[in-house]
């Protein structure tokens, strides 16, 4: 099929080219002159072929609503906007509406597959109506991985593939927070003296046997102790949007959130509430002064 | 090799076998005298050529205690015991040095595997000096998977192959505590159409592909909301050992934590806590019995 | 002072009344006639000398966006509007806007106190222009409690106050959590025989001396395991809000989510996430049917 | 009453002065000569008239251990022993049982207090027999708080007295967590613009007031951020002890666990486990270093 594919940086890049693997013809578009096919979003348009299919894959928020929105005075009735991005769920919904008001469809796309795709296939999750998702299954097919799973159509509304991508990163954080604590309490100790070895040794035939895992395992081959890395993690924002969406709807999920709080903890120098522990804790106990006589000494009482 | 297998339950039967079609003579004894190989474990050692080597797959703490124990009055300088049961990694040090008071060595290995471990082979961490590890190192590579991982000399001290597995079995409590309030979520909105095809999904091409997360789409695959099961869930020692030596070690672990606290709610019939919580809120509120008139009606202020 | 109070539920009727103690006219109006004072919005309106001041004291969200939105329609240029509700702080913005384009002035007011507040006065925390908050003063002065506290001006922008009071109820959220979790272990064991004369106890001379400890002792001279009440609570919105402010603002939160949380498990009949749970240990262990041999058994190995 | 006491550090030496300003006769003894009333533990009991009544407030474990046992040589039938100090529950019935073998009887005893003890009591959660608190009443009168609370034998087993003050230990970690994290977010936004004010505001009226808050608004009016404090907290082995023994019984203790893991993490310089959440990004997206295109950019599919 012929696609247009707006916003060409290193994820998007990698996929306009799994999709021209595919036999696809995309004309990609990006401000940067140096990678895209064309010189402006007006003639990536005008080079599709009627009904005319746009994957949209630059950063949520401002610049897709801005994009998805230039794409709606461009495009017409029967046309197709896919966002691809890591939108938020709930702004797919006013995507969809603002184009369906211009007879243009919409379709969301969480994708999954980062540096690994452009070789092993995209994870893709979509959100829309049939006729629409069905307009650019062709470019889905190329860009899911081989075999039976790595897409599926999740629901018919505005906004569903967008929520299922997000819970899989919701997921990922604390399978990912999983494997961190383990990793920590085995280095803590004195019992196992091959840690990496250890982890080498779950991948086969043992209940936690992930890619994660494998990740983790090629990760200590280089580093046995992690030395050369600071515990600091970011966190996009669909960790977030998980338990917020979570305490929407009442679902508890405190091994999602702890994981969540982790990366936030992990950013600070100091931790705020931290200081506030020690604040009261000197005014009950004098705890940051108290030296003691050695032994016959003393037991204080009242310390927490 | 010839080994002996103390307890043949479901694990150690299936063990037996899995060795046997390794080309091993193996002498099982169970008190159950329909799996028993020999009518004592007297019989058992004395079937044994030496140095005996004695693998002891009982239920962990005074069962296996007691049989180490026997195992201590029955063999002799240069044999070997193997703690394959899912002993506390502190029972190990008191069996290792009980044993070699008599000049008996001691292995001890965590196993992974269940009932596929028949045919996949088992996950096996072992600890102990690199001379007995050697003893019965034939028997573990009949045991463990094809292939270069699902074995590992953990450490040297007694104890390092259970405190491998114990830690294995906290990150798998956090693993499918993570899918499992992912699933909850996803079920709880009616944004995703299709659950289980959305698992099945990220199968391929995603972060979080598992084997944990294959069985759970074959556990949706029968039963789609789960309708049939209870959420109710056991737990083994070796989730709360984690904990407890994560505490012992001041390694923060809110997430294992959090898995573990869940299934201790998950099988309290009302909790005591959300009690206290009740009893409070009534003393502030009248909560319990707050009937307000319909609208332009109350803004309650204190209410938490 | 003349003021106007609108919503005469259980909490706005103690106010009128601490109000009319502290020697304020108060023009009571709600929707039921037999606690309203007059027999509209209107009328209450017209009965306030100018400048007029209106407090209003409905449930937080469309019913106090509809009072606020009438009341903007009734008052003019040096009026004021305070929302003394549950408003979520994102609300006063809007509220604040929609009032200032007809130059009616307004102060939000977060309220504690519940039924505790008519003899003990209530809580008070605002926000607002320093100009605004001074023409309510005398009105908080009378329904604060007696002494210095009890009072706050926290911030110039609308929602300060009830962002303030929101915070409070996250922190009482995690208060009553941490008692209510200290409870549970004191019952769950068997050295301590008397736990309410323990709680009681703590009343003087200890760390965690509170008002919400006295309310808890109250409740358990009552009823001393409190057998009579069922482990459910409801959550107000504001608890909802402090988590996903923290989430909006990278404060890790542990503690209050987890409190959050508690409240949502103890409103499920039963776990959908420990379902899941359930299903995997299905799959790979057998767990719902184990029936093993009594000893001499068996040690099954993968379990989690 | 007649008394000795061992250990005259800073709590013990404010102790002493407690009960001898409530009219006890007090020798005291400690290894520094400086403070100790005598020359010797044997000096010390010599002075003593039948029954010998000795309170221990030395450091919990060996120092405890080792005191009870030179005092069970020197006690005997009809004498006491109380240990006043921070000693594990699990201690108790040891020492109980060393002594009960010499005729001498054992009473334990948690006490809260810190600096304020001497002025305004201390708290006091006791066990033991009957009998046995009985002949040690006087000096509980006179240190616990006047009033009605402050002192509760709370069961008759050795142990249950710091059992409770182990449990008082936990649910002040998480209630000084509860406002620490209160702090943090308030102190995080923009909206207060007086947070000291806000929580002194919180000591009148409020669900929340309570004495930890009295400290914090101290604290706050000489450190109006904290600036002053690094967020660094040490625990007491209480906390850990009451999340384990949660644990040993199976409750749920998800808010007092988080607060206990928080302190551990305040005492990292970096977190072990978040550089493994570093390592397994760096392996699946090149987290670390991605630097992409200003606008029209890049949408990163896979991260987490």
């Known amino acids: ?6 916003g060409l940086g290193k994820m998007g890049n990698n996929m306009r080219q799994r999709l021209r693997n595919g036999g696809h013809t995309v004309v990609g578009y990006d401000r940067n002159p140096d990678v895209s096919d064309v010189d402006s979003l007006q003639a990536m348009v005008a080079a599709l072929p009627s009904p005319k299919v746009v994957w949209v894959m630059v950063p949520a928020g401002d610049p897709t609503r801005q994009t998805v929105a230039e794409l709606g005075d461009l495009l017409g009735e029967g046309d197709l906007v896919v966002d691809g991005g890591n939108s938020k769920y709930t702004d797919d ?3 969809a509406e603002l184009l369906s008001a211009k007879g243009v469809g919409f379709v969301d796309c969480g994708v999954s597959g980062g540096v690994w795709g452009l070789d092993n296939g995209y994870a893709l999750m979509c959100g829309g109506p049939d006729a629409e998702v069905a ?3 062709p470019a889905f097919d190329a860009l899911k991985p081989e075999g039976e799973s790595g897409f599926v159509h999740a629901g018919k509304k505005a906004g569903a593939g967008h929520f299922a991508k997000m819970v899989h990163n919701g997921i990922e954080y604390a399978m990912m927070q999983a494997y961190a604590e383990g990793w920590e309490l085995l280095e803590a100790t004195d019992l196992v003296d091959d840690v990496p070895a250890t982890f080498d040794s779950w991948r086969s035939g043992t209940v936690i046997r992930s890619w994660l895992l494998d990740l983790l395992v090629n990760a200590l081959e280089d580093d046995t102790h992690l030395e050369k ?4 993690a970011d966190d996009s924002g669909e960790g977030r949007w ?3 969406a979570a305490i929407d709807h009442a679902v508890p999920m405190n091994v999602i959130a702890a994981s969540l709080f982790a990366r936030f903890t992990s950013r600070q120098e100091d931790s705020p509430a931290m200081k506030a522990i020690a ?4 005014q009950f106990g004098g705890h940051a002064v108290h ?3 050695p032994a016959g000494g003393d037991a204080h009482g009242s310390l927490g």
Do not use: C, F
């Open 93 to 95: 919904e006013a995507n």
């Open 135 to 137: 307009k650019v299954q």
């Open 291 to 293: 030296t003691e006589p």
């Open 229 to 232: 890395l600071s515990g600091y």
């Open 1 to 6: 099929m012929d696609i247009g594919l707006v």
């Open 242 to 244: 998980t338990v917020q």
């Open 279 to 282: 604040a009261m804790r000197n």
